[in-house]
């Protein structure tokens, strides 16, 4: 068939579109038959073919050649609404292939349309991704099978124009120029690291302990807006949600917890970014995969990712997408940090080869490192563990469940946890938070146990200052976003030093045995007083070192007890003074020498304020472009139109956190040589405290 034949055919399929009752049973006499031997003769191309593995064609440019079986139907172009074929390799459009996971694609043509499966059967231009514009590929032989993703339809000709058809159909890729290069986020950093490990085997490298990076997954899927990672890009993963403008449940949600303006949310995430990211914006994404590779290029080795729940919470906000089960969340989230992994392998040449490792033992960590990858280890932090909340100090869960739950966490990699998070529980109290955010918590504590926060007066280590006032869940209130169940009674509290009355339970002994059978690591933040020094007392008879404090959530005796155990020790990323302030006190305390690498842990995503802008910075800034203590350049991040800069915008996006070391180390004054020290040995300490735990 000439190609005049197949532009005939183009022509019909544009009048049926426009014109269906023009279709006449003699007009599709006519298709049939021609579909029926729409075959061309095509000479071989002169650009080379494209025979890679089918998940290693990110970026791929290329002509797209249809074959039905062994016959050549035609080059791909463009035509009306869909695309046709030509017999012309010179008349072929252009196609980037971009990985929207392993082995799956968004195809754009030259003009930036992305393909998509119509419910029709042609294959027709679109604006957006979407789940018709995700094509699933495999190899056959020397060419491709394209297959709808979301219908199961394979590319291939559909009354002479592209479109659904049979099994038989595949597709050749030839390399090809002049392809559509949709928006990325460049990560700002140049020129070689520092090997991750040195000759002696030990890891050279930062360690954030505690991140929140599948937060986009939690809470029920939508009280947080923004994605780490989306399979159709930076415009997907970082549009604005409507549920998150001003005077919506997610703008009054966010003044609860982050201080932000609820009337003044207009919600303009990519590309202007007008509203978000900021320091504070904490229902909103922070750790775009783009800011999590910047930091490791310039440094950092390993990242503890928490998933984390609360169930008291998510039911608080109206909409979601997934259930409030703390252990369903959990699931929920750990599929998505494996399939963040599995979407970044795509964007850097197939399974194995991206630089974001998942590390489920300290050996792993070692060879990821040794590859100078980011070796990413997983981690637990939620309330109601396996079930285990307490309702009115009934514990709702059993020493089986305890196992059970145990074993299902190290099946999904799980390497350590909080046995208590923001609520008392059925294994022990939970240290207070203050203020309105504490009102905010308390309430949940009372949505899931029952009752209030119970405090008593006490001297020496403790729980808060006075962490509640009516005046604050009046403010609370007034937001009309929660309430009080009927009946309520507000709490008092002693003023001045308060600890929660609550301690290690029995079932939370069973639980800290159990984990130390397993050489899991303990997690003491968010503990009262009471339940970490009983925790304490336990893992000291037995000689435990895998025990940690990683974001500034515990007192200072209890954290001299965990570096007297040998356990690890980080610092909430907050502002640099206060960084460095506590890291001072930490090495001045008596068991202070046993630091020998220090973290941070930078609870993004985790409804806690990042580092603030410094205070000093406009007289004494961070200059750009700057050398990472990993020895690579770094210059500002920019994503879109709006350009990032820790002088003024603080950590507002994961990126930042790479500046905001290097700014650490350049503000320790004469301690600068001893900070950088101890925080690229880091990664060594944390996992060194591992191994010890598990040869325990």
Not at 481 to 507: D, H
Request: charged share 15%.
């Amino acid at each position: 068939m000439r190609s005049g034949t197949l532009e005939w055919g183009t022509a019909i399929m544009s009048l049926s579109l426009r014109h269906p009752a023009r279709l006449t049973s003699l007009t599709f006499g006519v298709l049939l038959s021609l579909v029926a031997t729409t075959v061309v003769a095509v000479p071989a191309a002169s650009a080379a073919a494209i025979t890679a593995n089918p998940d290693a064609l990110d970026g791929t440019c290329a002509s797209l050649r249809v074959y039905n079986g062994s016959s050549s139907v035609g080059y791909v172009n463009r035509s009306g609404a869909g695309y046709g074929f030509t017999s012309s390799a010179s008349g072929a459009m252009s196609f980037r292939l971009e990985a929207t996971q392993l082995g799956r694609y968004e195809v754009f043509g030259s003009d930036g349309k992305p393909a998509y499966q119509s419910v029709v059967g042609f294959i027709m231009a679109g604006d957006s991704y979407g789940d018709r514009a995700d094509f699933t590929v495999t190899k056959v032989g020397d060419r491709y099978r394209f297959t709808a993703t979301a219908t199961g339809q394979v590319m291939g000709s559909f009354l002479w124009s592209l479109g659904a058809a049979g099994s038989a159909y595949t597709v050749a890729l030839a390399t090809a120029t002049g392809c559509y290069t949709p928006p990325d986020i460049d990560p700002g950093v140049t020129g070689t690291a520092a090997p991750g490990v040195d000759g002696s085997g030990k890891l050279v490298g930062t360690i954030d302990a505690h991140a929140h990076i599948t937060a986009a997954a939690a809470f029920g899927g939508q009280m947080h807006c923004g994605e780490a990672w989306a399979s159709g890009g930076v415009q997907v993963a970082l549009a604005g949600c409507d549920t998150h403008r001003s005077l919506n449940v997610g703008a009054l949600f966010e003044a609860i917890v982050g201080g932000t303006d609820a009337v003044n949310s207009p919600e303009d995430g990519w590309p202007t970014f007008g509203d978000w990211p900021q320091h504070n914006s904490l229902l909103h994404e922070q750790s775009y995969y783009r800011g999590i590779e910047r930091s490791w290029r310039a440094g950092q080795r390993v990242l503890n990712a928490l998933l984390v729940a609360n169930r008291a919470i998510c039911e608080l906000f109206p909409y979601r997408d997934t259930s409030c089960d703390e252990m369903d969340q959990i699931r929920v989230q750990s599929r998505y940090l494996y399939s963040m992994q599995d979407y970044i392998d795509a964007q850097n040449g197939g399974a194995g080869k991206g630089w974001f490792r998942i590390a489920t033992t300290p050996a792993q960590v070692r060879s990821i490192a040794a590859q100078g990858k980011l070796a990413v280890t997983i981690g637990v932090e939620n309330s109601e563990i396996f079930g285990c909340r307490e309702v009115n100090d009934v514990p709702q869960c059993t020493t089986a469940q305890i196992d059970a739950g145990l074993n299902e966490l190290q099946s999904l990699g799980v390497s350590g946890l909080y046995p208590i998070h923001k609520f008392d529980n059925a294994f022990g109290g939970t240290r207070f938070d203050a203020g309105l955010s504490g009102a905010f918590v308390n309430l949940g504590n009372l949505l899931s146990t029952g009752h209030w926060w119970t405090a008593t007066s006490c001297t020496g280590p403790s729980d808060n200052e006075q962490p509640l006032v009516n005046d604050d869940l009046v403010k609370l209130l007034a937001f009309g976003v929660v309430g009080l169940p009927p009946g309520t009674v507000l709490p008092v509290y002693p003023s001045g030093k308060i600890c929660n009355t609550r301690g290690l339970t029995s079932l939370g002994r069973y639980l800290i045995q159990a984990m130390m059978n397993r050489g899991m690591i303990i997690h003491v933040d968010h503990m009262s007083v009471k339940t970490a020094q009983a925790v304490l007392d336990m893992a000291e008879a037995a000689h435990y070192p895998g025990v940690t404090s990683v974001h500034s959530w515990s007192d200072p005796t209890m954290i001299d007890r965990m570096l007297a155990l040998g356990g690890f020790v980080a610092t909430y990323a907050n502002s640099v003074p206060e960084f460095l302030s506590e890291w001072r006190a930490n090495r001045a305390a008596p068991h202070g020498n046993a630091i020998v690498g220090y973290g941070y842990g930078t609870d993004v995503n985790g409804l806690g304020d990042q580092a603030n802008p410094r205070p000093n910075a406009a007289a004494n800034p961070l200059v750009y472009p700057f050398t990472a203590p990993n020895g690579t350049t770094v210059t500002r991040q920019v994503f879109g139109s709006r350009t990032f800069d820790v002088n003024t915008d603080g950590a507002a996006q994961y990126g930042l956190f790479a500046d905001w070391t290097t700014d650490l180390i350049k503000q320790a004054g004469s301690d600068s040589p001893l900070l950088r020290q101890q925080l690229l040995a880091g990664a060594e300490a944390y996992v060194r405290m591992w191994e010890q735990a598990i040869a325990w």
